[in-house]
């Protein structure tokens, strides 16, 4: 049986280019021109305006708005006429006709007696841009300009527009994006709300609708709101448009919870457990290849401890409130794009937090003390001038979180960051476009990830829509935290008390004694403690190396290091299983059986069971 060829090829063709387009460009517009695509295939009725076209699946007024745009541009290019915008009688006819290819060719399977009355049509709203969008900067800078000024060459405009607008002008917000916020002067020029003129230094200028526009954000900013877009009710002011606009103030940015439950790690005997991550490198050998940090020697590894008995007295060093300030430390690894480094940097300067940048041995970015004497800490025991808060960040991108999760990186990242003593720990995850597919394929996995870090660990996940959101949101947190800071003493532990055994049940100690007070250690001793390849334990070796194996998470590598202390105790529980087919049985239930105990997440599936036989039990 031979295709039926499609009735409007030429409307079809554009769709299909515009799909074609939407794939290479990895875009969510993806879904929405495919089903456009199929419906349009599929009809049997020719459509003279694209206007019609609403009444098939898939075409929304944008859509038909853009075919009728593409199409006008294709009748003037060939001395076309533009066929005329169709009327409802029009469109109820079309109704039939598709009604009647539906029902098998049954013109009369509706009865023309009962035809719906024609819908009132609806008065459009007048237009008012989306708040702190870049249409809304675009026409708040040109009105800041003046009624009488005769417009803004391109990087003025923008340069006067960037403050009133949460995405950049100049730089894509994100690596798998097309466009900045400068793209909505196209928007702004086809509403013809900006017209430019010059040759060949353009210059823009608001016209009479735009400065209808201003004005309606004027008056919302007049009654304390902000546009969230799209429209506002009345028809604005028509006084002369003669003060500058102002811009409204920015809202406050959702608050970051403080995370009340205990992050130091405990297992049911109450034993702090410490467990090192992996290196980036995970996968290409148990343990990474070792780096210096030129803080690894700052604090000892001490002896083991069996009780709280052992824990060190000492009195804290206090820093004096209004003898620091709070400043945000930045990873020089987190960057928007290699050819784009300082992106986040610059940005954040913009908006009044000045980052300091260094590689940092845990975490994205985090927050210190700096004290404004030099050599203060020095002199009371501490090295350094600063001294590590309670907050620490973690970002990830939402292809970087699945590799992770694929990989097993992900649950080596939490535990470090619960190692590292800090109690409130934020990850920020970035939503950036994803394959569609691929999306829907993990999408349940993000999910119980993002849950896991919530109910399991206790951290705060804030998800952002591109890394502008991220910035955003760092310097809300840093303007909260020197409020919350800055105008109070701080407790600091001197270095030479610490040790990598005692630090976290000293912390867990401090907590439970005295839970009004906060008690800090200065950067140095932070980066030594946080450092991936210094004093490492047996038995932190010994769960990274449980950790490989796939289906181990933390929780169920510590259940094991608990039955077999070492990985020579725990070779040796294999061999002694015996030889043969017997032997291979015993080795493969091992685990499973001696640990069949454990309910939950500790609960060692007989699976993982035979996979650690494999691993740990064959010669």
């Known amino acids: 049986m031979s295709q039926t060829p499609c009735a409007n090829p030429l409307l079809l063709s554009w769709v299909k280019e515009w799909w074609d387009t ?74 039939r006709q598709l009604n009647a290819a539906h029902n098998g060719g049954d013109d009369d399977a509706e009865d023309d007696g009962d035809a719906r009355p024609a819908k009132k049509a609806r008065k459009a709203k007048p237009y008012v841009p989306a708040y702190r969008s870049g249409a809304y900067a675009l026409v708040l800078a040109l009105a800041n300009a003046g009624e009488g000024n005769t417009g803004l060459p391109k990087a003025e405009l923008i340069a006067a527009a960037q403050p009133h607008c949460d995405a950049s002008f100049t730089a894509l917000s994100d690596p798998t994006k097309f466009y900045t916020a400068w793209n909505s002067m196209k928007t702004l020029l086809t509403k013809e709300l900006v017209y430019e003129r010059g040759r060949p230094l353009k210059r823009y200028a608001l016209t009479d609708e735009g400065w209808e526009v201003a004005r309606r954000i004027w008056e919302i900013a007049d009654r304390g709101g902000a546009s969230t877009g799209g429209a506002a009710s009345g028809s604005g002011n028509t006084a002369p448009f003669s003060r500058p606009v102002a811009l409204p103030p920015a809202p406050a940015p959702a608050p970051a919870r403080r995370v009340t439950s205990q992050s130091l790690f405990v297992d049911d005997d109450d034993d702090v457990v410490q467990v090192e991550d992996f290196d980036d490198n995970y996968g290409e050998g148990i343990i990474p290849e070792t780096q210096k940090s030129e803080y690894s020697d700052v604090v000892g590894e001490g002896d083991a401890m069996s009780n709280n008995t052992s824990l060190p007295s000492f009195t804290p060093i206090t820093l004096a409130p209004g003898s620091f300030t709070v400043e945000l430390l930045l990873d020089n690894r987190e960057m928007r794009a290699k050819t784009d480094r ?147 003493a701080l407790n600091v532990i001197p270095t030479r008390v610490l040790t990598t055994t005692n630090y976290l049940p000293l912390l867990k100690h401090l907590r439970e004694t005295h839970p ?67 032997g291979k049985k015993r080795r493969a239930e091992l685990v499973s059986n001696r640990l069949n105990h454990l309910v939950g997440r500790k609960k060692i599936p007989k699976a993982v069971s035979k996979a650690l036989a494999e691993v740990w039990g064959e010669a």
């Open 516 to 582: 009004a007070a906060s008690h800090h250690v200065s950067y140095p001793a932070f980066a030594s403690l946080a450092s991936k390849s210094s004093n490492m334990a047996l038995r932190d070796l010994f769960l990274k190396m449980l950790m490989c194996t796939r289906g181990v998470t933390g929780e169920k590598a510590i259940e094991i290091q608990k039955m077999w202390k070492t990985p020579h105790e725990f070779v040796k529980a294999f061999e002694a299983c015996g030889p043969g087919e017997e």
């Open 342 to 488: 300082d992106y986040m940097r610059e940005e954040l300067a913009k908006r009044g937090v000045k980052p300091i940048v260094r590689p940092l041995e845990l975490g994205d970015a985090m927050w210190v003390a700096r004290c404004k004497q030099p050599g203060w800490l020095a002199s009371h025991g501490a090295e350094g001038e600063e001294v590590v808060l309670d907050w620490i960040v973690e970002r990830k991108r939402l292809d970087d979180l699945v590799g992770s999760i694929k990989d097993g990186r992900f649950h080596e990242q939490k535990f470090r960051l619960r190692r590292s003593g800090i109690r409130n720990v934020v990850y920020i995850v970035e939503e950036v476009s994803m394959d569609a597919t691929m999306l829907q394929r993990h999408d349940e996995a993000i999910q119980s990830a993002v849950a896991s870090m919530q109910v399991v660990n206790g951290y705060f996940v804030k998800r952002t829509a591109k890394m502008d959101d991220t910035i955003r949101y760092l310097a809300s947190m840093t303007q909260m935290l020197r409020t919350l800071y800055e105008g109070k």
């Open 22 to 95: 939407a794939r290479e460009r990895n875009s969510k517009g993806v879904t929405t021109y495919k089903h456009a695509y199929d419906s349009l295939k599929a009809c049997p009725i020719a459509f003279e305006h694209p206007a019609s076209l609403q009444q098939l699946k898939g075409f929304g007024p944008k859509l038909c708005e853009r075919l009728t745009e593409k199409l006008r541009a294709h009748c003037e290019e060939n001395g076309l006429p533009m066929p005329p915008y169709p009327g409802a009688k029009k469109r109820n006819a079309i109704a």
